[in-house]
């Protein structure tokens, strides 16, 4: 079988989360030739008159075929008591039983002490917190006719399929040196490769954690979704996997073996998944263990088949006001996932593209929040076009980069890389510091976190509707907020924004003073209803709790369109904000005049794009010069304000 030559060929190198050190420990009745064994294999010879005990014995990992350091220990029921033996076997990796062939009171034993003595020193039923366990039939140089290897096999059979974690027996003399290395072999093969997890002997299928694995890999290595391998997809699996190329007579070999041996592992001269399933099953029954658990690390899996932690979740440092953004390299994996899922070619993914987009994962990263549509309706989720794909992706790096990351991996972003050994932390950005970012006046960063706060009703929420057109809406029913992200160019460049409300009574006033807003938030958007008189009152005391150094600041007035009204507060909005240092308030009518807020969210970004230095009043410099701008831009706030000025004029003069 070609493919498998070569593919154990190439897993004998090191392979990622292979454990560095093997720890084995002989137990059996005396005079089954413990000692006897571990003193032929270090002094390749046999030896009559042994000590009743040996010391441990290291064998260094330059000299085994797994590049391993083997830690051999030696038991005896005369030089210890059992409760020495049971605090070894509570450390082995694992455990050697040593019978002889010529005491059959020594091989029932294994079954009747042995065994119930390892099962219950490690609290372990077979598979929970089980240790693998190898059978050693030793003087194997007593046998007297050919029929005695024959009975063995006869009578080791059964204690294979009543104990699980039984890897395997092997039988050797250490008189004759005869399959002395093999035993300690295989007992490193039991714990670097092991059985267990993978393989019901009795069933002789594999277990259900081995064949969703499996399956995932199938999945992810399937890059035109058909749900077939083509030569071209096993190719790239077998040089991501092993390094090494797949000849045709070896690939054609492949597709011989699954073709003679299953009804439908072939389909269009194409590998199906079950054929693939098949493919590892024969490595497992083959004892070609290390073949399958090559494949299995390579893409992230530990002994216990699932993904190592630090696979999904590897070391990244972030400062508490840095921020994460998604990678050019990111953004194109993202931009290949989404385009070959998308079968339908709509531009936009259907339900069922939805599902097999997610089957390699834990399930969508949204399905705890709700998909709210740009036009107000909610009973309907929009649909996920590549934009509003790429947009959530975007908010979840900056939101929640751990996550980010997670489902990259599980997306198989890993696959991607061109350097090896390359992790999914090559995905983000990390930013450079907001403190850093307001000394120097600028930031290179690409996502702008807003918060809105004001009173229920005066328009936040549309902004964030505004803002998700052409991105997405997200309302989380565990903290009531929503979140909007949006692509906006600014100058030759784009740039995201995000904007949050916190519609939770008080939830505005416990977010304006965290210290979360100073860390994260780039601009603080006070929002209050130019025709409610109350309305200003509260952002500006909203404003006075904001922590120092922190997010630029910038004040909206909405429903401009409307009569407005003088404000219940010592100052109005404008003389407010002159006499703090911020720019006049910008007016704005959300409903009848929706076109005019995209120059408003530019002008947010740029404002974000400036940060100010701690103590410098944000109408000196180009703070004041972005919001004038910002005013003239927007056509309806000049309306406004002349409105606003010929109603307080009408006042003074009643």
Known sequence: ???????????????????????????????????????????????????????????????????????????????????????????????????????????????????????????????????????????????????????????????????????????????????????FYLAQIAVLHPTAPLYNARTHT?????????????????KDKDGLLNDDEIKAFQFYCFGSPLSPSELNGV??????????????????????????????????????????????????????????????????????????????????????????????????????????????????????????????????????FLALWTLLAFDNYEKAMEYLAYLGFCMYQEKEGETVASALLVTRSRRTDRAARSTNRSVFMCYAFGQRGAGKTTMLRLLAEHGIILYSPATGQRTAIGRIRVGRSEKYLVMREFAVAGADLDQVQSQACADQCDVACFVYDTSDPSSFAYVAGLQSKLITPGPQCIYVGTKADAQPVEQEYPEQPADFCASRGFASPVLLSLTTNPGKTKPFFQSIVELAMKPKPDGVRQDQGEGLTAMLALKILIGVAVVGAVAYKAHRHWQAKQ
């Open 1 to 183: 079988f070609e493919f498998e030559r070569a593919s154990a060929a190439a897993s004998a190198a090191d392979t990622p989360a292979m454990r560095k050190d093997v720890r084995i420990v002989l137990v059996g009745d005396k005079d089954t030739g413990k000692t006897t064994l571990i003193q032929a294999l270090i002094r390749e010879r046999f030896q009559p008159e042994v000590p009743p005990l040996t010391d441990e014995f290291v064998i260094p990992p330059d000299v085994t075929p797994e590049s391993v350091t083997t830690h051999i220990i030696d038991t005896s029921l005369r030089a210890q008591d059992e409760s020495q033996i049971e605090e070894e076997i509570r450390k082995a990796h694992v455990i050697c039983i040593v019978y002889a062939v010529n005491d059959p009171g020594s091989f029932k034993r294994v079954t009747s002490h042995w065994l119930p003595t390892v099962r219950r020193t490690l609290n372990s039923d077979g598979e929970t917190n089980a240790v693998p366990v190898v059978l050693v039939a030793t003087k194997i140089d007593t046998y007297t006719s050919p029929n005695d290897a024959q009975k063995l096999e006869r009578d080791v059979t059964p204690i294979l399929a009543q104990f699980p974690e039984v890897e395997t027996c092997v039988e050797c003399s250490s008189k004759e040196l005869k399959h002395i290395s093999e035993v």
């Open 255 to 388: 597709k011989e073996v699954v073709r003679e041996s299953t009804n439908d592992g072939i389909r269009n001269n194409c590998l199906t998944r079950s054929g693939f399933l098949f493919l590892h099953r024969l490595f497992i029954e083959r004892s070609r263990l290390e073949t399958t658990w090559a494949v299995l690390r390579v893409f992230g899996y530990e002994d216990n088949v699932t993904l190592k932690s630090e696979f999904l979740h590897p070391p990244i440092v972030v400062a508490k006001d840095a921020s994460t953004e998604l990678t050019a390299k990111a953004y194109d994996f993202l931009t290949t996932i989404f385009k070959s899922h998308n079968k339908s070619g709509t531009g936009f993914l259907s339900t069922d593209e939805q599902a097999e987009l997610w089957s390699t994962t834990p399930g969508n990263p949204w399905r705890e929040d709700t998909f709210l549509r740009p036009d107000e309706t909610c009973n309907e989720p929009p649909e996920i076009t590549l934009d509003r």
């Open 206 to 222: 594999l277990k259900p954690a081995a064949e969703k694995a499996l399956s995932r890999i199938f999945s992810l290595c399937d």
